[in-house]
């Protein structure tokens, strides 16, 4: 089984050399900055090291032949591909959190399903960074690159054979083929698209020569860590494992240091948020709902980010208003008129054209 393991060694703030000491010792460096330190006093940079196990544990799957040389002198070799167990490894060695209600399918047809991720990172700050995207199976398409890829095999003489011992035809093989994926499509695109989204956090290349998939990925993180020699620091520590504690258990059972003011509350509060690492800590002001996943939040507790937001429940995409309607009125307006489905302006469009299937 691959290994997640920490670097025993942490600096205070700055981890920058050991990155490069890292990278010269050939480990692929999963780092989306130039350089690896805190921002922040409350939080530490970490490196986690994946080890992956490749073809036969499940990491990687080899591609079709490349040639990485020159045309006078060819070099062939199989690039290969992170899986989505890996990619799930390496998202959890990160500590990327999904959003447990944003994150969903926004479009469910038969030959057709759309997925949207939305995900979270801590940066050097404490803040955290929102990234979303897509990922779209088309059905009617995978069948026509199935028909031309096993249409290109038929030509081979092997796959000739193969055929006639398993008595199958170019037809069988696509409908073969289309019918996993029909059975398994709803996991397939919400994979699809978390997959973009990690590779997106990350800088995580599409592929890997064989030499560099065989190599440790180092990956970096933030971690909530406060220097309890602070003794307001401990103050808020103690506070804020009374509130959990009582939350835990109901009602309260402890009580807070004496002299503990509304201000102290509310920090200890922030503390122990700050600690847990949720999405929920995001502000909803920080989220503007763009896919290109360079949106950042300024804040590393609070409300949860996307609080008070409405969202079209055909293309996902948050309802914005315009002209005197506000996104209460256009959503309002949807219910009524398409039996209680939440649509955008565009997307109404769609559907009294007859393009949005009810």
């Not at 692929?28 to 992956?52: H, K, M």
């Not at 080899?62 to 045309?71: D, H, L, P, V």
């Amino acid at each position: 089984m691959g290994e997640t393991t920490a670097v025993a060694i942490r600096s205070d703030f700055d981890l920058t050399a050991k990155v490069e000491e890292l990278r010269n010792k050939k480990f692929n460096i999963l780092l989306p900055t130039t350089t690896f330190a805190s921002q922040s006093e409350l939080y530490v940079p970490r490196l986690d090291i994946v080890i992956p196990e490749g073809i036969k544990g499940g990491d990687f799957y080899a591609q079709s032949n490349k040639n990485i040389g020159t045309e006078e002198k060819k070099v062939w070799v199989k690039p290969m591909a992170p899986s989505a167990q890996f990619l799930s490894k390496v998202a959890s060695a990160a500590n990327i959190q999904w959003h447990p209600d944003k994150s969903c399918h926004t479009l469910i047809e038969k030959m057709r399903v759309v997925y949207k991720a939305v995900a979270a990172i801590r940066q050097a700050d404490g803040s955290w960074r929102i990234i979303t995207d897509e990922y779209e199976l088309d059905l009617e398409v995978i069948e026509e690159e199935l028909n031309v890829e096993y249409k290109k095999k038929s030509r081979f003489k092997d796959f000739q054979e193969k055929m006639k011992k398993e008595c199958m035809t170019v037809e069988d093989y696509v409908r073969r083929d289309l019918l996993q994926k029909r059975k398994h499509k709803l996991a397939l695109a919400s994979t699809g698209a978390m997959n973009r989204v990690i590779r997106k956090a990350l800088t995580l290349k599409n592929t890997y020569l064989p030499d560099e998939a065989k190599n440790p990925f180092a990956i970096a993180k933030f971690d909530f860590q406060p220097d309890f020699n602070d003794p307001t620091v401990r103050r808020y520590a103690s506070m804020a494992a009374v509130r959990a504690q009582n939350d835990l258990f109901g009602g309260g059972g402890l009580e807070m240091p004496l002299g503990a003011t509304e201000e102290d509350n509310q920090a200890a509060a922030e503390f122990g948020d700050s600690g847990t690492g949720k999405v929920i800590d995001i502000k909803a002001s920080d989220y503007d709902g763009n896919t290109s996943g360079d949106n950042y939040s300024g804040s590393g507790a609070g409300e949860d980010p996307f609080a008070g937001m409405i969202f079209c429940q055909h293309c996902g995409e948050e309802i914005q208003g315009s002209g005197k309607r506000t996104p209460e009125a256009i959503k309002d307006y949807s219910e009524r008129t398409f039996g209680g489905k939440v649509y955008c302006l565009e997307c109404q469009k769609e559907a009294r054209a007859g393009r949005i299937a009810s």
